[in-house]
Nanobody, 123 residues
């Protein structure tokens, strides 16, 4: 399994961004995925994800700003964030799991991880 994130870069406060997670050896249809970020000197934190049944989950503080989606034909998942802030500066990762029946915010339960993509938001 390989997960590859892309779409990171430098953004201005208030802009929108969309990150992609392209998979090989892993199908988003029927499997769970989570988006996680790690800011400098901070622990990884979950942002949003999609459960194996297709339902979306968004961390409370990000509700209203974040949407998740996937394109099964392209085997790619997306994380869209509106109105970005400097505090969103972090490395963003996608992670997946093939056996997770109920979506979990516990990061240690996720099996497959991408290498991350850097997002920098300037003020």
């Amino acid at each position: 399994v390989q997960l590859v994130e892309s779409g990171g870069g430098l953004f201005q406060t208030g802009e929108s961004l969309t990150l992609s997670c392209t998979a090989s050896g892993f199908a988003f249809d029927g499997n769970a995925i989570i988006w996680v970020r790690q800011a400098p000197a901070k622990q990884r934190e979950a942002v949003a994800g999609i459960a194996s049944n297709g339902s979306s989950h968004v961390e409370t503080s990000m509700k209203g700003r974040v949407t998740t989606s996937s394109d099964n034909a392209k085997n790619t998942a997306y994380l869209h964030i509106d109105h970005v802030k400097p505090e969103y500066t972090a490395v963003y990762y996608c992670a997946g799991d093939k056996v997770m029946l109920c979506f979990s915010w516990l990061l240690g339960l996720w099996t497959y991880w991408g290498q991350g993509t850097q997002v920098t938001v300037s003020s």
